[in-house]
């Protein structure tokens, strides 16, 4: 089964550090700045830009698929683990949590180690109870920890890498083929 198309045959993984990422796939855009990836997203991004831009293009609109000439990857499946599989394939990035490496789900800027009482006015009275290692982000200031949402995050991963195992490639009239076994 098809689910996903580089529109060339390029060796993975692609050597771009940055990507964009489509209007409607915001739950990617975090989950790749979680995993380190820099993203550029905006959900009111125009056509001509998308159409116009460097860096990989990552969509699931087939149409501007076909218009762009240069190199973009159209997710073809809908299964939003899968498109962390996909996307580790092609960007070649591990799929595990590491908050050293991390970029900030919400701006995708650069996150700090900071000490407890950087953001004591910051976090739940709670949370600064049960946590010791606080993140700030550079660039707009929201604390993260290592909460319950982290053990949730690895199981998922942890699919993710499954699935990755699953994949190959094809290339075919031009196109990278990514196929689930
Ligand atoms: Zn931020």
Redesign the pocket.
Known sequence: MEVARLNACVDLPISDDEVVVDSMLGWLVRWLRILGVRVTYNPSFDDYYLLNVGHVLVTKDRELFRRRTKLSLLLITSGHVEWLSILSLVLGFPLVLNMERSL??????RLIKVSKDLVIDKVPQGVLLRHSEFWL??????VYWVGSHHARMGKELEIARGIQGALSTQCINGNLLVIRE
């Open positions: 900030c789900p919400i701006c995708g800027s982000c550079t660039g707009c200031g929201k």
